[in-house]
């Protein structure tokens, strides 16, 4: 017989029984201490870095969940379940030497690159950056503290993929900034750099340093880049009078200068990587180096610039108008390894479309596999098994990858599982007539960035074969 009294019999028992009770809180702490031991199983021989307690101690459970699916590698795409995130090897190392040769005109002014991590999201994906790109990186810049972690955490400096990181969004949370203090403090030869906005964090940061210091054996200076807003209105201090106070807070004030160094100012304008018109993308680009310039100026007239001052900012649509301005010292494009469908749509001098120029522009590395799972008899739609919670929508629907197909039909969102593939023009339908239940179709994400944060690892191939599968280490919301 089943006893539905929740609140009697053996429970009142346990509660009463302080034996019981302490038994089992021992268990518990032994059974989770175990579990805490635990190698991650989809980072394989080191903890997982994205998992994190209240006390900045790695946890072993990975926040992937799942074990890597190697048992593709050397197999045909058409064997990868969907949907799944590719990447086409061959382009994607093109796109980077593409970038290489990109930036030679700038030799001369040495300006070089920081490839944005919240594009990718991938510690593997770093190492062939750092291996193509050379001298040419000055490191990697992160969105948040959590994409930091997951390039340096578990693993030996001499593996690392860069050992400069900036993060390059503000970090106000104590326990945050804790963090960045001891993997500073950690690792000698690893440079974090954070932006900063706020005199409050500038100071709770120094005073963090300060107590780091006075527990640890050596001390370790934090150097700061202060974000100035140059028309995104979004982050930023708003005046060039707001910059010098507390760019000078951090170098003269007693109680930050011996914890903290001023190494330069970030001028981004987002806004200004997908304006179509190649002129009036360089137009409002002019305004952002025009502020930059005279931001520095100040700084300079005030005995604030360092010899290891830096000016870092633009992204891939604006990255070569920065790089060309004099003032920029380093430049921060992140999707020019995939690109998507809304960079796609940039145009360039020529007044061609980004995709319509592959020969000398970047072309589309990542793409969304997906299968048909089912189709109308009447050819009037099939639908794909790429719904929301596997490409995002922000910046449009996906595309189809092959050209010629696309200019027949078109995705629409069907749901969180479901893609709705359906004729552009309803008299001709003979785009889903060459379709078949079980057939796999390349997706071109409408933005890249927040389609891989929405996979767990990168199918990367070349050709028609499964050469590699990295894990996506840094996705989530942020830590």
């Known amino acids: 017989m089943i006893n539905n009294n929740r609140g009697s019999g053996d429970e009142e028992s346990f509660a009463l029984n302080p034996v019981l009770k302490w038994s089992?809180?021992?268990?518990?702490?032994?059974?989770?201490?175990?579990?805490?031991?635990?190698?991650?199983?989809?980072?394989?021989?080191?903890?997982?870095?994205?998992?994190?307690?209240?006390?900045?101690?790695l946890l072993s459970s990975c926040a992937i969940h799942k074990k890597l699916p190697r048992h593709l590698i050397n197999q045909s795409v058409n064997n990868v379940p969907t949907p799944a995130l590719l990447i086409d090897m061959d382009i994607l190392e093109d796109n980077m030497t593409k970038m290489n040769d990109s930036m030679k005109p700038f030799a001369s002014s040495q300006v070089k690159i920081r490839p944005h991590y919240k594009a990718n999201k991938c510690p593997d994906l770093v190492k062939v950056q750092s291996r193509i790109h050379g001298s040419l990186m000055s490191g990697v810049c992160c969105q948040k503290l959590s994409e930091a972690e997951s390039i340096f955490m578990g693993q030996q400096t001499g593996e690392l993929g860069t050992r400069d990181i900036l993060i390059t969004n503000e970090v106000v949370e104590k326990m945050k900034l804790e963090r960045i203090v001891n993997a500073a403090f950690s690792n000698s030869k690893l440079k974090i750099s954070l932006?900063?906005?706020?005199?409050?964090?500038?100071?709770?940061?120094?005073?963090?340093?300060?107590?780091?210091?006075?527990?640890?054996?050596g001390q370790v200076k934090i150097s700061l880049i202060i974000?100035?807003?140059?028309?995104?209105?979004?982050?930023?201090?708003?005046?060039?009078e707001e910059l010098v106070h507390l760019a000078t807070v951090i170098t003269k004030d007693d109680s930050c200068a011996p914890y903290l160094h001023f190494a330069g100012i970030q001028c981004y304008q987002g806004w200004n990587q997908h304006i179509r018109s190649f002129g009036d993308r360089k137009q409002a680009v002019e305004k952002v180096n025009n502020m930059a310039s005279d931001a520095k100026n100040a700084l300079q007239e005030s005995g604030l610039v360092s010899s290891d001052f830096i000016v870092t900012g633009g992204g891939t649509g604006s990255y070569l108008f920065e790089a060309g301005s004099n003032v920029f010292t380093e430049v921060q494009p992140g999707s020019y390894v995939f690109m998507d469908a809304d960079y796609n749509k940039n145009l360039m001098e020529s007044d061609r479309t980004v995709e319509d120029e592959p020969d000398s522009t970047f072309r589309q590395s990542l793409f969304v596999l997906t299968t048909v799972m089912s189709k109308a008899a009447s050819n009037e739609r099939a639908v794909v098994d790429a719904g929301m919670k596997a490409v995002s929508l922000d910046s449009g629907v996906p595309l189809l990858n092959d050209r010629e197909q696309r200019k027949l039909a078109e995705y629409r969102p069907g749901g969180d599982e479901h893609g709705i593939i359906v004729p552009t023009n309803e008299t001709d339908k003979s785009a889903i007539a060459t379709l078949s239940v079980g057939d796999k179709l390349r997706l071109i994400p409408g933005h890249c960035d927040p389609t891989v944060n929405m996979h767990d690892w990168f199918i990367c191939v070349r050709g028609d074969r499964v050469v590699d599968v990295w894990p996506i280490e840094g996705r989530s919301c942020g830590l």
Not at 196 to 214: F, G, P, Y
Not at 227 to 240: A, L, P, T, W
């Open 24 to 57: 089992a809180i021992g268990i518990t702490v032994a059974a989770t201490a175990f579990w805490l031991q635990k190698k991650c199983r989809s980072c394989s021989s080191k903890p997982c870095a994205t998992n994190r307690d209240n006390n900045s101690e």
């Open 195 to 217: 932006v900063v906005d706020n005199e409050s964090v500038v100071r709770q940061l120094a005073h963090i340093c300060k107590e780091k210091t006075m527990q640890a054996d």
């Open 227 to 240: 974000e100035y807003n140059v028309g995104q209105n979004r982050c930023g201090v708003n005046s060039i």
